[in-house]
């Protein structure tokens, strides 16, 4: 497993952690077994971007969850619910679209 991180502005309790743990899980399996050559595999870290919430681009309730490579570029997007299947999209936001870096050992604590 990459590792998992959440920004340092938020920290979920226990029940969200696992089950954001559990989440990414599934979700890099499943594209292990997708794309076995995938960017997704560049991903080195996973940063929890903050508490669920719902956005302009996904009404339903979830939590943000951004893959970073080594250099810091967001290269994957995934919006995790509390019930359901997770989506997983192969761009980094805003991150990707002004080609900003993510540093997450100084953005993010361990989960």
Known sequence: MH????????KPDPESRETIRQGVVGVVA???RRFPRS???RVMSWLVMGPLHSSQSDSETHWTIRGVTSDGSVISTIH???KGTPKLFR????WEKFGMRLNVRWRGTPL
């Open 80 to 82: 995790l619910y509390p």
């Open 30 to 32: 499943a594209e292990r």
């Open 39 to 41: 960017s997704g595999m």
């Open 3 to 10: 590792a998992l991180y959440s920004i340092r502005a938020y």
């Open 91 to 94: 761009n980094g936001g805003r």
